[in-house]
């Protein structure tokens, strides 16, 4: 059974279904809600070191009504100012990480 922590918050459709898949997969999920216990500036930094910009979400409703300062802005202090403006969900096994739920990354992990 593989250990994995999955990023996001408890009311994305998307996060829920992820786990919900992974766990039928035999994975055993922690789900981190990043809005109920934020991510630390170390962890949102990996994250960027990873993704880099990829890791906002600029389709969101949440991006849209940042201010003009805060658009131009690092990602870092985009999340550290909102965590729910940054994609989901993101899933950690170890060293290794997964942005979203895509086809990709489902034939990956399942």
Not at 29 to 42: I, K, N, Q, S, Y
Not at 70 to 88: H, N
């Amino acid at each position: 059974m593989t250990a994995l922590t999955l990023y996001g918050i408890s009311t994305c459709d998307t996060c829920k279904k992820a786990i919900r898949a992974l766990e039928a997969a035999g994975h055993d999920v922690t789900f981190r809600d990043v809005r109920a216990e934020p991510l630390t500036g170390a962890e949102i930094a990996g994250l960027v070191d990873e993704f880099g910009d990829r890791l906002i979400n600029k389709q969101s409703t949440t991006y849209r009504g940042f201010n003009a300062f805060l658009k131009e802005s690092e990602p870092e202090a985009q999340i550290a100012a909102q965590p729910t403006v940054m994609k989901r969900p993101v899933i950690r096994e170890g060293n290794r990480f997964w942005l979203g739920w895509d086809d990709k990354v489902q034939t990956e992990l399942l």
